[in-house]
C-alpha cells in the first residue's frame, strides 16, 4: 500500500516492509532504508520514525554553510555587543565565507579547513587572528551541528602555534622626554596621554570618558563605558562610532586618581555630560586620538610606538615599583591575574637584581 509518500507492501511470510529515501547518491540516484513490522501499524511506525530521522539528517547534510551563518547569525544578534557581533561578521564575510559559502556543512573536513588556515597564513595573516577565525567558525559549525543533528570530526584541524613577542615598555629615558613634552605643550589631548601613561586607560576608554565619572571628592575615576569604531552590516561596508559598555565586566571598575593627575583634573573640569578629551557632547574617536598621538611622538622627538603601549608601560612601571599584582590587574580591568602577568608584565633584569638583592638581605 502507498499512502502520503509511505510505501508498505505485505511479504509472502505475512511480514509488512516499508521503504523510505534515506539518502542520495552522487549521481542524484535515491538510496532507500527498509523496516519490517509483524503488523500494517508496527512497520508504518517504524517508517514514520526512520522517515522523520533521514529528512533530518538530509536538510542537515546539503545545507550550506552561508545559510546556516545567516540562521547563525540571527541567533546570537542579540545577546552579544554590537562590537562582538561586528567583529563576527568581519571575519565571515571577508574570510570564511568567500571560502566555504556553497559548500554543505557535512561535507566539511579537517582537512579542507587546514587548507584553508594555510593559505591565510601565507597571506600574511598572523597566527594569533587565524586562529581568532577558526575559533568564531566552530561556535557557528557547533550550532550547526546541534540545529541540523549531523557530526563533524574537526579533531584534526592544525592551529597555527602563536608566539607571543615581548613588548617592551617605552624607556625611561623616552618616558622623560614624552612626560616633560606633554607637560609644556598642555592640552586634553596631552592629559589624556598622561591618563593612559600613569592609569592604564585603554584608549576607547579614554575616549569614553565624561566628566560625571570623576569623583572630584573622593579622587576616583569610573570606567564606565568604551567608544570604538564597527563595521554596520548594510551592505555597504561603512562604518560607525559607537560608545558601548567596556570590554567586559571587570572593565567596569574605579580607579584612584594620583595626585599630579588631579591638578588636572581641577584645571580642566567641565559640564558632567561633556566627554573628557574633546570638551563637548560628542567623543572623540579612538583613531583621531591615535592620530594625534603620532603627532605628539614625532614633536617630542620620541621614538614611534603604537598608544596601547603606553598601558603596557603603566602595568610595567607599576609591577617594577612594587604595585601589588592582584591590585594592578584590578586597575587595568582585568579578569584574573594570571592575564596581568602574562600580557604586561615584564621586568627588566635590573628589577630582578634589586629583588635577588632583597631576599639575600638577613
Same mark, same amino acid.
Given at each position: 500500500?502507498?499512502?502520503?509518500?509511505?510505501?508498505?507492501?505485505?511479504? %509472502?511470510?505475512?511480514?509488512?516492509?516499508?521503504?523510505?529515501?534515506? @539518502?542520495? /547518491?552522487?549521481?542524484?540516484?535515491?538510496?532507500?532504508?527498509?523496516?519490517?513490522?509483524?503488523?500494517?501499524? #508496527?512497520?508504518?511506525?517504524?517508517?514514520?520514525?526512520?522517515? #522523520?530521522? !533521514?529528512?533530518?539528517?538530509?536538510?542537515?547534510?546539503?545545507?550550506?554553510?552561508?545559510?546556516?551563518?545567516? #540562521?547563525?547569525?540571527? /541567533?546570537?544578534?542579540?545577546?552579544?555587543?554590537?562590537?562582538?557581533?561586528?567583529?563576527?561578521?568581519? %571575519?565571515?564575510?571577508?574570510?570564511?565565507?568567500?571560502?566555504?559559502?556553497?559548500?554543505?556543512? !557535512?561535507? *566539511?573536513?579537517?582537512?579542507?579547513?587546514?587548507?584553508?588556515?594555510?593559505?591565510?597564513?601565507?597571506?600574511?595573516? $598572523?597566527?594569533?587572528?587565524?586562529? @581568532?577565525?577558526? /575559533?568564531?567558525? =566552530?561556535?557557528?559549525?557547533?550550532? /550547526?551541528?546541534?540545529?541540523?543533528?549531523?557530526?563533524?570530526? *574537526?579533531?584534526?584541524?592544525?592551529?597555527?602555534?602563536?608566539?607571543?613577542?615581548?613588548?617592551? %615598555?617605552?624607556? @625611561?629615558?623616552? +618616558?622623560?622626554?614624552?612626560?616633560s613634552y606633554l607637560k609644556a605643550n598642555m592640552s586634553l589631548t596631552?592629559?589624556?596621554?598622561?591618563?593612559?601613561?600613569?592609569?592604564?586607560?585603554?584608549?576607547?576608554?579614554?575616549?569614553?570618558?565624561?566628566?560625571?565619572?570623576?569623583?572630584?571628592?573622593?579622587?576616583?575615576?569610573?570606567?564606565?563605558?568604551?567608544?570604538?569604531?564597527?563595521? &554596520?552590516?548594510?551592505?555597504?561596508? =561603512?562604518?560607525?562610532?559607537?560608545?558601548?559598555?567596556? %570590554? $567586559?565586566?571587570?572593565?567596569?571598575?574605579?580607579?584612584?586618581?594620583?595626585?599630579?593627575?588631579?591638578?588636572?583634573?581641577?584645571?580642566?573640569?567641565?559640564?558632567?555630560?561633556?566627554?573628557? *578629551?574633546?570638551?563637548?557632547?560628542?567623543?572623540?574617536?579612538?583613531?583621531?586620538?591615535?592620530?594625534?598621538? =603620532?603627532?605628539?611622538?614625532?614633536?617630542? @622627538?620620541?621614538?614611534?610606538?603604537?598608544?596601547?603601549?603606553?598601558?603596557?608601560?603603566?602595568?610595567?612601571?607599576?609591577? #617594577?615599583?612594587g604595585f601589588n599584582v592582584k591590585a594592578l590587574s584590578a586597575v587595568?580591568?582585568?579578569?584574573?591575574?594570571?592575564?596581568?602577568?602574562?600580557?604586561? &608584565?615584564?621586568?627588566?633584569?635590573?628589577?630582578?637584581?634589586?629583588?635577588?638583592?632583597?631576599?639575600? +638581605?638577613?
Amino acid at each position: 500500500m502507498e499512502s502520503a509518500g509511505i510505501t508498505i507492501t505485505k511479504r %509472502k511470510d505475512g511480514r509488512y516492509v516499508g521503504k523510505f529515501i534515506a @539518502d542520495y /547518491a552522487v549521481d542524484g540516484k535515491a538510496q532507500y532504508q527498509y523496516v519490517y513490522g509483524k503488523t500494517y501499524t #508496527e512497520a508504518e511506525n517504524k517508517l514514520l520514525i526512520g522517515r #522523520e530521522i !533521514a529528512t533530518r539528517f538530509l536538510s542537515g547534510r546539503y545545507v550550506t554553510i552561508d545559510k546556516v551563518y545567516q #540562521e547563525w547569525l540571527n /541567533a546570537v544578534g542579540n545577546r552579544v555587543k554590537k562590537s562582538t557581533l561586528a567583529n563576527y561578521i568581519n %571575519k565571515f564575510e571577508k574570510h570564511i565565507i568567500p571560502e566555504f559559502g556553497d559548500v554543505p556543512c !557535512a561535507d *566539511l573536513t579537517a582537512g579542507r579547513i587546514n587548507v584553508f588556515i594555510n593559505k591565510k597564513l601565507a597571506n600574511g595573516l $598572523s597566527a594569533s587572528y587565524v586562529r @581568532d577565525i577558526f /575559533a568564531v567558525f =566552530k561556535t557557528m559549525l557547533k550550532y /550547526a551541528q546541534e540545529e541540523y543533528g549531523f557530526k563533524l570530526a *574537526l579533531k584534526n584541524v592544525v592551529l597555527p602555534k602563536v608566539e607571543r613577542k615581548q613588548v617592551e %615598555k617605552i624607556s @625611561d629615558n623616552e +618616558q622623560k622626554k614624552l612626560v616633560s613634552y606633554l607637560k609644556a605643550n598642555m592640552s586634553l589631548t596631552s592629559f589624556g596621554i598622561m591618563l593612559s601613561l600613569f592609569m592604564g586607560l585603554r584608549i576607547g576608554e579614554l575616549c569614553g570618558l565624561k566628566w560625571g565619572d570623576v569623583d572630584f571628592t573622593h579622587k576616583t575615576l569610573h570606567i564606565r563605558r568604551t567608544v570604538q569604531r564597527i563595521c &554596520i552590516t548594510n551592505g555597504n561596508r =561603512k562604518t560607525k562610532v559607537m560608545i558601548s559598555a567596556p %570590554k $567586559s565586566a571587570t572593565s567596569f571598575r574605579e580607579i584612584a586618581i594620583p595626585d599630579m593627575l588631579m591638578w588636572y583634573f581641577e584645571m580642566f573640569r567641565d559640564k558632567p555630560d561633556h566627554f573628557i *578629551l574633546s570638551g563637548t557632547d560628542k567623543p572623540t574617536e579612538p583613531r583621531t586620538m591615535q592620530y594625534r598621538y =603620532k603627532r605628539i611622538l614625532l614633536s617630542a @622627538d620620541v621614538e614611534n610606538h603604537n598608544y596601547h603601549k603606553l598601558r603596557h608601560t603603566f602595568a610595567t612601571n607599576s609591577a #617594577e615599583r612594587g604595585f601589588n599584582v592582584k591590585a594592578l590587574s584590578a586597575v587595568l580591568g582585568h579578569s584574573n591575574v594570571t592575564l596581568t602577568l602574562n600580557r604586561y &608584565i615584564h621586568p627588566d633584569h635590573s628589577y630582578e637584581r634589586r629583588l635577588m638583592n632583597m631576599c639575600m +638581605q638577613l
